[in-house]
Each structure stands twice: as C-alpha cells, then as structure tokens.
C-alpha cells in the first residue's frame, strides 16, 4: 500500500527567506506525486505534479519539488517566499498501480510566512 | 465554467439526523472522491467513483452511503450522523487516473 509522510507539521519562516517542506513516500510500484496548497476557508488546489520524465518539476507562484527515487522524497521548495504564501501545503501519492486512480494524502505542513 | 460545486458551505445537524452533502461538477469527469479532513489526519478518501454507478470504499467508509446515478453529480450521505463525523468534506474529480485532482470548496458539517 501507499503512504505519504510530511515530516513537518508546522514551518515558520520570515518574509523573502528560502523554504523547504519534505515529503517521502513509501510505494513499491511507480508513483505519481503531487503537491497542493489549501488558503483557508477554501479547497485544495495543484501546485504541481510530477508524473514521469524530469525529475525537477516547477508548478505555480515559483514552487519547484524534486523526485528522488532513491529517497523516496518529493522535497518542495520556494527561494523566497511571500507573506501570501501561508497556507497549508499537502504531498499526495498516485499510481498505475492505485485503484480507481485515488490520492493518497500526507498530513499537511502549515507553513507561515512572517514579516 | 462552474467547476466543481459543494453544498451546502455549512451544516449544523444533530447526532441521529440523515444529512446528505452534495457535489456537483461541470466537466464530465469520470472519477469523482469524497474526502473529509481533520486536524491531526490530514485528508482521508472517504469513498470514490470511477464512473456512473461505480463506487467503491475509501478508508473511512463506515458511517457514509454514496451514489452515483449521473456523472456529474455524486451525494454523501450520512445515514444517521454522530459527532464524530463533525469534519470538513471535500468532494473532488478528475479526467482520468492520471490527472490531477480539483477540489470544491468544501462543506464543514458540526453534528451536535
């Protein structure tokens, strides 16, 4: 079965600093890996995806992750981010092998941006 | 384009009562997920749907009834709610197996 580990449950950082939030995931056939991003009060939406070829994936407001087979890791990382960057953050899992194409959710990582 | 569409926002119910959550997309798409979320747990898939009156359970299944006459509609039902159902549901869709995932707004349900 798949599973997904966010290793930080909270990531506060200061306005213009880099961040990473880490994801693994435990999986014993090929993955699809996904993260998104939830602001309150509002649903989950893709940040981006990595379902095969370059192991370096950019998605949207200057995020970028990096499949790591070997590790079993799909990092997300921002350079510098901004005060509108707070948000909870989810590392999701598919596969070939994934009945009924489900996601496989970690358990999220607040991060906070602060001036 | 209106997407995927969740009703209603907010539910207040009590512990016994039958609620049924909506969810409703645009897009024709084949797969159609019920999630709920809660501190500490992340999201955990509910049930879900591969296409028109196919359904199968998640890993929370117990406590919930799904259906799924037509394809862009795809209900929640609570048969007889206790508190610990109290959560915020998301139903979302996608093209195929492949495809990302798009969520509706979600609904926060309190069983009192």
């Known amino acids: 079965a798949q599973s997904v580990t966010q290793l930080d449950s909270q990531v506060p950082v200061f306005e213009e600093a880099p961040v990473e939030l880490r994801c693994n995931y435990s999986?014993?056939?090929?993955?699809?890996l996904f993260w998104y991003v939830q602001y309150p009060n509002q649903g989950l939406q893709l940040l981006l995806k990595?379902?095969?070829?370059?192991?370096l994936v950019k998605g949207i407001n200057g995020f970028e992750a990096e499949f790591n087979k070997s590790q079993t890791s799909f990092h997300l990382r921002k350079p510098s981010v901004h005060i509108s960057d707070t948000a909870e953050y989810f590392c999701?899992?598919?596969?070939?092998?994934?009945?009924?194409?489900?996601?496989?959710f970690g358990q999220g990582t607040e991060l906070s941006v602060k001036p | 384009d209106a997407g995927i569409t969740q009703s209603p926002r907010y539910k207040i119910t009590e512990t016994g009562r039958q609620v049924t959550l909506m969810c409703h997309q645009t897009?024709?798409?084949?797969?159609m997920f019920w999630y709920r979320q809660d501190l500490g747990h992340g999201l955990r898939l509910i049930y879900y749907?591969?296409?028109?009156?196919?359904?199968d359970k998640g890993e929370v299944p117990d406590g919930y009834v799904v259906s799924r006459s037509k394809t862009e509609n795809f209900p929640l039902t609570l048969e007889s709610a206790t508190r610990s159902q109290t959560s915020v549901y998301f139903c979302?869709?996608?093209?195929?197996?492949?495809?990302?995932?798009?969520f509706g707004n979600g609904t926060r349900l309190t069983v009192t």
């Open positions: 979302a869709s996608k093209y195929d197996s492949n495809s990302p995932l798009h």
């Open positions: 999986s014993s056939v090929s993955v699809y």
């Open positions: 990595y379902l095969s070829g370059s192991t």
């Open positions: 999701a899992v598919s596969g070939p092998g994934n009945q009924g194409g489900k996601l496989i």
């Open positions: 897009w024709s798409h084949s797969y």
């Open positions: 749907s591969a296409a028109a009156d196919i359904t």
